[in-house]
């Protein structure tokens, strides 16, 4: 008994939301495509405002403005086409019905949107006397010991042992490289063992301790 009651309920029901979604569709349709193109200018109407945001919400269709300030896109009769921009006021313009031809044309200028934020004290202390308690109470480091520590001899050789190659020790190297090659190919290669420089050097190298070993 109770199907039988809803059924008809229901079909009726199903019927009207048929009937009323083919409707607005058909209205859909029937609307006019208009062709909105125009220029944004700044409040003063003296440059352009590239980027700005040109779209009809909900409905997926959108662009942005050129260098130029310039934009175009087509859009429907009765569309709200919103005009947004970061720091700029934003605008709506709704397209008339019943427009007599294809295209409109906008100049349209955006006005800076100006926030004034309230004034924020930062205090991490509820009152000044707390808070110069605090300092008096800080213990602060000599900048000078730091600098000494940093300019110590031992400092200073761990730093030159650990720095990379110069450009001019790079290219000394190189063309210490260039002329060794260079006599292995034009010439044979000396013998130290026969150079009395170098045996000079080896000898105060000696007198100096620096084969002595290292603990």
């Not at 040109?54 to 086409?81: A, N, Q």
């Not at 919103?82 to 006005?111: A, Y």
């Not at 004034?119 to 600098?147: G, Q, R």
């Amino acid at each position: 008994m109770k199907n039988s009651i809803l059924l008809p309920f229901l079909s009726l029901l199903f019927v009207g939301f048929l009937f009323s979604f083919s409707s607005v569709h058909a209205q859909e349709r029937e609307r006019k495509v208009i062709q909105l193109s125009g220029v944004i200018l700044n409040a003063d109407s003296t440059d352009a405002v590239p980027g700005v945001n040109v779209y009809v919400p909900k409905k997926g269709r959108g662009t942005s403005s050129g260098r130029f300030g310039y934009f175009s896109m087509p859009v429907l009769e009765g569309d709200s086409i919103v005009f947004s921009f970061i720091g700029l006021k934003r605008q709506t313009f709704k397209v008339p019905d019943n427009v007599e031809n294809d295209r409109i044309s906008l100049i349209l200028t955006m006005e800076v949107d100006e926030i004034a934020l309230a004034e924020v004290e930062v205090m991490p202390y509820p009152t000044e006397e707390e808070f110069k308690k605090a300092v008096l109470a800080m213990n602060v480091v000599d900048p000078m010991s730091i600098s000494r520590a940093n300019m110590s001899p031992e400092m200073l050789l761990r730093w030159a042992e650990s720095m990379p190659a110069s450009g001019n020790e790079n290219f000394r190297y190189f063309q210490q490289g260039v002329m060794q090659q260079n006599q292995d190919i034009y010439g044979p290669r000396p013998l130290r063992l026969l150079d009395p420089f170098a045996w000079a050097q080896f000898i105060r190298s000696i007198k100096r301790g620096d084969l002595k070993s290292r603990d």
